[in-house]
């Protein structure tokens, strides 16, 4: 059984920093691209982050420079940093495993940046 738990999110002020992090079970982690999402609210889901299983990576514009993605095959976890955070990166941050398909979501974790 596929499980995503994502955790390190909270409220932080503008500017400020926050290290997200996922760990797997139940997949072969090291052969999945891993991709990092957030929903904000009222608005579409979308992907801002990825990693291959051989650490190629891809960002969206909205967090390039900004957020770094990187994993521990060791520990079946991909990790997101996040600095310089804005008031516009609150949403709720989803990590996916994806092997040919998604093999499945985490549940989520918030992050909210204050002003």
């Known amino acids: 059984q596929v499980q995503l738990v994502e955790s390190g999110g909270g409220l932080v002020q503008a500017g400020g920093s926050l290290r997200l992090s996922c760990a797997a079970s139940?997949?072969?982690?090291?052969?999945?691209?891993m991709n990092w999402h957030r929903q904000a609210p009222g608005k579409q889901r979308e992907r801002i982050a990825s990693?291959?299983?051989?650490?190629?990576?891809n960002y969206a514009d909205s967090v390039k420079g900004r957020f770094a993605i990187s994993r521990d095959n060791t520990k079946n976890t991909v990790y997101l940093q996040m600095n310089s955070l804005k008031p516009e990166d609150t949403a709720v941050y989803y990590c996916?495993?994806?092997?040919?398909?998604?093999?499945?979501w985490g549940q989520g974790t918030q992050v909210t940046v204050s002003s």
């Open positions: 996916e495993a994806f092997v040919g398909g998604s093999l499945g």
């Open positions: 139940g997949i072969a982690f090291r052969f999945a691209t």
């Open positions: 990693i291959t299983s051989d650490g190629r990576f």
